[in-house]
């Protein structure tokens, strides 16, 4: 699960990368840390990989029973070496990637997702701290087979060092629901169409990177959409 102390410090090092400094390291020393620009992950059955400039954070990463969270910032700032690729916006991008799923697949559930994003129960799944009042869902669109979800969210378990307005994609990879997120940083936030932009560019990067080969779904869900309450439930952020 992402930890508040390590999201404040990756949103701290993104800052000081983007400035061109070098900095102290995120545990207070300056020797260089691992910094993949890919992982493999879910029973190896899905890579997550970023746009240009972005690397995966192995600290922040879990992979485990089938499922996984990625998180991902600014190769310089990760790897804490001033001379690594740097991302052109300040962003953390972060990856949920669900268990094998029999549900309905996202490019053919667009309509039902608005409906249910829309609702108490879409914005409770969003919210950090499960309350539907702390969210404001700003906008939702469909395009090339992902579901991308704009809002803003005012909760109180708000992660130190993020920004309350991110973009969210949903989409399927490999018989999985793929849930990619791009956060903006308080003290640097992103205009919502170079955060959208990223996203795209996330999401088209991971679709790239993973042939899909999953037979399709048979099986669809009997109440509403229960499957995305159980990925949000999952997903730390």
Same mark, same amino acid.
């Given at each position: ?11 701290? &090092? ?8 070098? !900095?102290?390291? @995120? ?22 990989? !970023? ?61 039902? %997702? ?9 914005? &409770? ?14 906008? &939702?669109?469909?395009? *090339? ?22 973009? @969210?994609? %949903?989409?399927?990879? *490999?018989? @999985? ?17 170079? !955060?959208?932009?990223? %996203? ?6 991971? @679709? ?8 399709? *779904? ?16 999952? *997903?730390?952020?």
């Amino acid at each position: 699960m992402l930890r508040h102390f390590g999201f404040a410090l990756l949103a701290a &090092t993104v800052l000081t990368a983007c400035s061109g400094t070098q !900095g102290v390291g @995120r545990l207070g020393f300056t020797l260089p840390q691992p910094a993949p620009k890919q992982m493999r992950v879910a029973n190896k059955d899905v890579l997550i990989a !970023g746009p240009k400039g972005f690397c995966v954070d192995p600290t922040e990463t879990r992979d485990e029973g089938g499922s996984a969270f990625v998180l991902l910032g600014s190769c310089a700032a990760i790897a804490n070496v001033r001379s690594k690729p740097r991302p052109k916006v300040p962003a953390i991008l972060t990856a949920t990637v669900s268990k094998k799923s029999t549900n309905p697949p996202i490019a053919d559930s667009m309509q039902t %997702l608005a409906v249910f994003f829309a609702s108490d129960a879409g914005r &409770t799944a969003l919210s950090r701290d499960g309350k539907a009042d702390t969210i404001e869902v700003i906008e &939702t669109l469909d395009k *090339n087979g992902v579901f991308y979800i704009h809002a803003r969210d005012s909760s109180s378990d708000t992660l130190v060092g993020a920004g309350d307005e991110y973009w @969210r994609a %949903l989409f399927d990879v *490999n018989g @999985r629901i793929i849930s990619a997120s791009v956060f903006g940083l308080k003290e640097r936030p992103i205009p919502p169409k170079a !955060g959208f932009d990223v %996203l795209q560019g996330f999401t088209s990067r991971i @679709r790239a990177e993973n042939v899909t080969n999953a037979a399709p *779904n048979t099986e669809r869900a009997k109440s509403g959409i229960p499957f995305l309450k159980r990925l949000f439930k999952r *997903n730390p952020i």
